[in-house]
């Protein structure tokens, strides 16, 4: 369990972000590394110790599946968001991580912790297309690029974005493998 | 609350910005 900070999970040789745990997430055993994007503290809980809790407080299951249900269907939302063009799915992955920042890193003031190819790996998208895209907002002043980390300037004109270019017609498995 | 009721399990370590840990749960710095 995280108990502070912020950390990324990646598959190394293979994505460089495919998660991200805040203070309070449950983080279960996994093939990955994690990467602490700021200092941050965990407790490594073995099983016979959860097992032991759970038998003292039997609720605690229910949260733990709350919180595991919550983590599928924000993978579930991520493989529906394939099918939108590279920058939407930029635009939402960037949104969702200020809201997140600002919910469970309230100190870090609105900062997204994290560095462009983490950015690119949990939006689906190439390096080189999330830097592309990251300087042409910069330079429209959307967001405000720094050392491994970013902020949002204009989340109103970040979402037009999504709203002013075209949306993809729904589409069923062919479309979905195009 | 449940937060609350599990953080004093196991033991506490940390990680530093930058830090990695791998699956084999041995802590290195960046």
């Known amino acids: ?178 | 609350m449940h937060f609350e009721a599990i953080r004093h399990l196991g033991l506490a370590k940390s990680l530093p910005a930058g830090g990695y840990l791998d699956a084999d749960a041995t802590a290195t710095a960046a």
């Not at chain 1, 460089?16 to 805040?22: G, I, K």
């Not at chain 1, 809980?45 to 407080?57: G, N």
């Not at chain 1, 902020?151 to 109103?156: A, F, P, V």
């Not at chain 1, 037009?160 to 979905?176: K, L, M, R, W, Y």
Request: proline share 6%.
């Open chain 1, 1 to 178: 369990m995280l108990t502070r900070g912020c950390v990324t999970l990646s598959l190394p040789d293979q994505f460089p972000a495919v998660d991200v745990f805040w203070q309070g997430d449950l983080i279960g055993p996994s093939s990955g590394r994690l990467r602490a994007v700021v200092a941050s503290e965990y407790r490594e809980i073995s099983q016979a110790d959860l097992l032991q809790e759970l038998a003292r407080q039997p609720d605690l299951a229910a949260w733990i599946l709350q919180q595991q249900q919550q983590r599928i269907d924000v993978l579930r939302d991520r493989i529906l968001w394939l099918r939108r063009p590279v920058e939407h799915r930029l635009v939402r992955t960037l949104m969702a991580l200020d809201l997140q920042a600002k919910d469970r890193m309230p100190e870090a003031s609105g900062i997204i912790p994290l560095t462009q190819r983490e950015l690119a790996g949990l939006a689906g998208a190439t390096r080189e297309n999330t830097s592309t895209s990251l300087n042409r907002w910069s330079t429209q002043g959307l967001v405000e690029l720094q050392r491994r980390r970013l902020r949002i300037l204009s989340h109103k004109r970040l979402i037009e974005v999504i709203n002013q270019s075209p949306q993809p017609a729904p589409t069923g498995a062919a479309g979905a493998a195009a």
